[in-house]
């Protein structure tokens, strides 16, 4: 495996996601304490400290808790407990995963997460752009028909759907996934689907659809700590076939071993009811938000985009026409007024092959799409994020 390149996006995370007055660059909800995540969880305080003060530190089993696995195996119809391993993180499914399956080539939304291509490119996998376009409105588009033509004709080994998608917030409609899956028994590529936003992924069901089938060339990876901000939880699975997890557990045995105790018993209670007001106040709070975000851009003098359809994070432009140099400058005037969004130069959009294709034929729609624009994260609570949306437009 080759060394993995700087990981772009962490850098300016790291620098703003604790000093920012308003931190609009995070992908996942608003800071939760484990008090809020277990008393809207049904649990009464009493109750808390009971059952925390009797957790025994030893190792948690390899797999994970049964009983977890066996709610994760509930939200993903055909699968059994078996099915199901408990890992630190999506981020560590997602890395055991492609070390198993080791693929020579990897179609995927470009652009995107770069978790999801640097570890096939480490692994020497090649990289299928399937690209995402923002138009002349700022709005992210995909077309159908050029995304099944090059799966038909590149015939990769792995297609991974990032359903919601990061950074550009669109949700993949399930007859055109099916349609994929299609395209994937064709060419007998395997099918990955990254749902860790599947509990934001549609407006009035708590769960959105998966991609998962019981099938051996099926895998699924996903988690809540975003949707539900807690991501210092570091939990996650993955949902696949036996003997591919059971060669995952084994490499997992090397690195983290086993999910921390009490991780896994906050997330046994948070997950055990979909129906608490946990998930309540935060589907409450990321519609209010989608609101706020749809009335500022509609009024908006400096920016433009689209609210997201799923998830947490859109991509927005500037109304200004700048190029690359002046916009730096004004990410880092909006940067020192207190304001911190992620630059989506750090998720290298504007660097790919499609990209600069597109910038050569004038046909660039969005400037988006050269890297001029910014991803933002609507995790804030809906107060400060209004009070922010009105300060950046000051700003800008």
């Known amino acids: 495996m080759k060394n993995l390149r700087t990981f772009f996006m962490e850098d300016p995370l790291e620098n703003n996601r604790f000093k920012a007055k308003f931190n609009l660059g995070e992908s996942g909800g608003r800071p939760r304490t484990v008090q809020e995540l277990l008393t809207l969880s049904d649990l009464s305080e009493e109750k808390i400290v009971q059952e925390f003060l009797k957790i025994s530190l030893c190792d948690s089993p390899n797999w994970g808790r049964p ?20 890992t630190t993180g999506t981020s560590e499914a997602l890395f055991l995963l492609f070390r198993y399956l080791k693929p020579k080539s990897v179609a995927l939304a470009i652009p995107g997460f770069q978790l999801l291509y640097e570890l096939p490119l ?21 077309n159908e028909s050029e995304w099944l033509d090059i799966l038909k004709e590149k015939k990769p080994e792995c297609i991974l759907i990032n359903n919601p998608h990061n950074p550009s917030g669109l949700v993949l409609s399930q007859e055109f996934i099916d349609k994929i899956m299609q395209i994937s028994l064709e060419i007998s590529a395997t099918i990955i689907g990254d749902e860790h936003y599947r509990f934001l992924s549609h407006e009035t069901q708590q769960l959105g659809f998966t991609i998962y089938k019981n099938s051996p060339k099926v895998f699924v990876t996903g988690s809540f700590i975003k ?8 939990i996650g699975w993955c949902v696949g076939p036996t003997e591919a997890l059971s060669y995952m557990q084994n490499e997992k045995n090397y690195t983290t071993h086993t999910v921390n105790p ?10 055990k009811n979909f129906e608490s007001k946990l998930f309540l106040y935060m589907k409450e709070e990321w519609l209010e938000t989608k609101r706020i975000l749809k009335n500022f851009l509609d009024k908006s003098q400096a920016v433009y985009g689209m609210i997201p359809n799923g998830g947490l994070v859109t991509s927005l432009g500037l109304k200004k026409n700048y190029d690359i140099k002046s ?6 005037t909006v940067e020192k007024n207190g304001i911190f969004v992620l630059p989506l130069a750090a998720m290298e959009v504007g660097s790919f092959s499609f990209q600069k294709e597109m910038n050569l034929n004038s046909n660039h729609g969005s400037n988006i799409n050269q890297g001029i624009g910014f991803r933002l994260g609507l995790g804030s609570s809906p107060q400060d994020f209004k009070s922010a949306l009105e300060a950046l437009e000051l700003i800008l």
């Open 67 to 86: 009983d977890l696995r066996e709610i994760v195996s509930r939200m993903h119809a055909g699968s059994k407990v078996e099915n199901v391993l408990i």
């Open 122 to 142: 480490a692994l020497e996998s090649e990289i299928i752009p399937l690209p995402v376009r923002w138009n002349q409105n700022g709005i992210p588009t995909i």
């Open 227 to 234: 949707c539900l901000g807690c991501p210092g939880l570091r």
């Open 262 to 271: 009490i991780t896994e018993w906050i997330s046994y209670e948070v997950l």
């Open 327 to 332: 916009f730096q400058y004004v990410m880092k």
